[in-house]
DNA sequence: GACACTTGGTTGCGGGCGCAACTAAATTCG
DNA sequence: CGAATTTAGTTGCGCCCGCAACCAAGTGTC
């Protein structure tokens, strides 16, 4: 019983339980990507334009025009142009999205939940910890852990 | 600074962390994708089927078609016909493969050496441990951690 | 031995995502 | 001011991957 990597178990984790997020978020329309980062994003920060948003999310500013589309349509999102500067979209959530945020919320808690059935709390936290560190060693530019 | 739960680390570190690996194995002919883990798989136990192999490396069977069929067209992997069970492929590394066995192992480490910079000896075998039980958690069908 | 059932593998389809090239609005600088 | 540069956003392209439908070879069961 040879243990894993940490670059492969995480790499199986992730493949695995996205797909179990995904099915939860299907039926409120939400894609199973990123989307409901997007959608959690806009909810703590409304009118940000999408360029902001593409930094805090940490995707391709092209994913995001996609993500926002998809969330636009599925009527979460509404995009305003910005009279200070023509070329940006302000997005702000809509009545649909702000109702559904607890929904929302509760759905990525049980699926962190359910991620981390078998660990106690302090576990939980380690690797909290942990993972952090890792990003941060990663990322140069993740100074600001503000989403 | 607000730090972000379990499940989006994970996401986050993953798909960030996925694009320098596949960076690396790009000149070698290798995809961005899962295609490591079944060369490095056949490697190890040469003469599995396509079903074993995809239980082994945990993805859908038609990845591993396709898979499979890239890791050939690249010279790293010939199928012969089982003529125990004429349905089934048996896979085997080529010479290309074997002769790039240790290349592959030293961009793997040298992968998760980069993942983990930041954290000390114990503090991996820590993680290592809690990504561990997070994944026997998740998977029911994980009982063979023999890849 | 013919029929249903299972099993290994392939293909079609669709979603997700990043990169690069592009448009249009803003900014800079002579 | 007008030309060059930067910046917000979009689109085209290609890769990755899972699901479902399919095909062909093997395994029953009678």
């Known amino acids: 019983m040879r243990p894993y990597t940490v670059g492969r178990l995480m790499s199986l984790i992730n493949r695995i339980s996205q ?21 959690r994003a806009i909810l703590a920060t409304p009118g940000m334009n999408q ?19 998809q969330l636009e349509e599925a009527g979460y999102v509404t995009r305003t ?33 359910l991620l981390t ?3 106690t709390a302090d576990e939980i936290e380690t690797l909290q910890a942990l993972l952090q560190k890792m990003y941060l060693g990663l990322d140069t530019s993740a100074l600001n852990l503000d989403e």
Not at 51 to 69: G, H, M, Q, S
Not at 91 to 98: D, G, K, M, V
Not at 101 to 113: F, G, H, K
């Open 81 to 113: 142009v910005d009279e200070q500067d023509r070329r940006s979209y302000r997005l702000f959530p809509t009545e649909r999205a702000i109702s559904f945020e607890p929904t929302l919320q509760a759905i990525l808690d049980d699926y962190n939940r």
């Open 19 to 39: 797909r179990e997020l995904a099915e939860k978020l299907k039926p409120h329309d939400i894609g199973s990507g990123g989307q409901h980062s997007y959608l």
């Open 117 to 119: 059935a078998r660990l």
């Open 51 to 69: 360029d902001k948003l593409t930094n805090v999310v940490k995707f391709d500013k092209a994913t995001t025009t996609r993500c926002i589309r």
